[in-house]
């Protein structure tokens, strides 16, 4: 990597402003996967045990700049302290007068989680005055946040003008790992899309054509494609002013010569929830009131056979809603077929792929499990990350 890390300044004695990605799943108050704030843990660990005075800064959730109660990161704040043994302070705001009384109390090493980042409006507009005023909390910027880096935000990117700005371990690693797997790679490739994030993601769908051997679409991001070949999606997840881009993509795999996968049967849901009436349904069928949820047991079969074929698989996106266990087979068939794979080298990207991993107990059999979807997919498709961009040379 050309950018400068955290091993190449010193920062004893140091205000470290440490922007990490702590947006991580949450349920009645509790982080419920904290794979995120373990994987952050290299470079707080070591940035305390180098004597400095460690600010963290962390958005958690898209609370449009305004305070959400519930996105506070108390919870947070509780759940790293316990993982890094000793006491982390948390404020109730990110920068001004309030923040900087409690900065003056830190000695060397102590640990301040600041609250979310994007609670004030200027964040996800990379506001300078934004930017200036987290950076007149410290004296160095550490951005350790990958899953964020793909966002030009205040303290992802703005902030990096006013401080001196290098990587944390966690960034330094995913560049290195992605990097290398995308560089020259082992065929056959295929990368699994799937979750939610269906405007996100889609996007970064043209470019993986021009890579991988094998396209597999799945979960919320698949109902947009069955409505482009003219069924009906009931009231599944779909993006409507998509429909043309995901008609052309499936034109343009079959140019490239990509094999282009899609459910061919899926698992409807009446609810929302673990106890609704479910169904097996195949794409042309699914009722108008019902909700697609997860893939279906052919679909689960199809994508385990390509997986078993392929020399690397990258996958972003859970392939139903896993957190609810009724539909959570489609994903789990994934994440089996990811761990049987011995001869595939395989990368997991996005935070609830990873927690479907995690929930699983299937982690350890994966090779890489980035902790950035988004921003996974943007390295991939070669885009320019701003939260890297803005570091210092080396
Ligand atoms: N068919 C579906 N309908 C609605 N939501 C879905 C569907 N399939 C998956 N999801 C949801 O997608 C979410 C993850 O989406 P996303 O944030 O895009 O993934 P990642 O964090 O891995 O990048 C999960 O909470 C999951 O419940
Ligand atoms: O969870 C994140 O993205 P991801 O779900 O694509 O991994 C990051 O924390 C970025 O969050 P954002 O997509 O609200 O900017």
Known sequence: MNKKSVKDIDVKGKVVFCRVDF???????????????????????????????????????????QVVEELRLDAVAARLQELLGKTVVKTNEAYGDTVKAEIEKLQNGDVL???????????????????????????????????????????????????PAVAGFLMEK?????????????????????????????????????KVDNLIIGG?????????????????????????????????????????????????????????????????????????????????????DVIKNSKLVIWNGPMGVFELDTFANGTKAVAQALAEAKDTYTVIGGGDSAAAVEKFNLADKMDHISTG???????????????VTALNDK
């Open 174 to 210: 995913e560049l290195e790992v992605l990097g290398k797997a995308l560089s020259n790679p082992d065929r056959p490739f295929t990368a699994i899309i799937g979750g939610a994030k269906v405007k996100d993601k889609i996007d970064v769908i043209e470019s993986l054509l021009e």
């Open 220 to 304: 919320g991001l698949a109902y947009t494609f069955i409505k482009a070949l003219g069924h009906g999606v009931g009231k599944s997840l779909l993006e409507e002013d998509k429909i043309d881009l995901a008609k052309s993509f499936m034109e343009k795999a079959k140019a490239n010569g990509v094999n282009f996968y899609m459910p061919v049967d899926i698992v409807v849901g009446d609810d929302f929830s673990n106890d609704a009436n479910t169904q097996i349904v195949s794409i042309d069928q699914i009722p108008s009131d019902w909700e697609g949820l997860d893939a279906g047991p052919k679909t689960r079969e199809i994508y385990a």
């Open 373 to 387: 979807g988004g921003a996974s997919l943007e390295f991939m498709e070669g885009k320019e990350l701003p939260g």
């Open 113 to 163: 989680l600041l609250e979310n980042v994007r609670f004030y409006a200027g964040e996800e507009k990379n506001d300078a005055e934004l930017a200036k005023a987290f950076a007149d909390l410290a004296d160095v910027y550490v951005n350790d946040a990958f899953g964020a880096a793909h966002r030009a935000h205040a303290s992802t990117a703005g902030i990096a003008q006013y401080l």
């Open 23 to 65: 947006n991580v799943p949450m349920k009645d108050g509790k982080v419920t996967d904290d794979t995120r704030i373990r994987a952050a843990l290299p470079t707080i660990q070591y940035l305390t045990e180098q004597g400095a005075k460690v600010l963290l800064a962390s958005h958690l959730g898209r609370p449009k700049g």
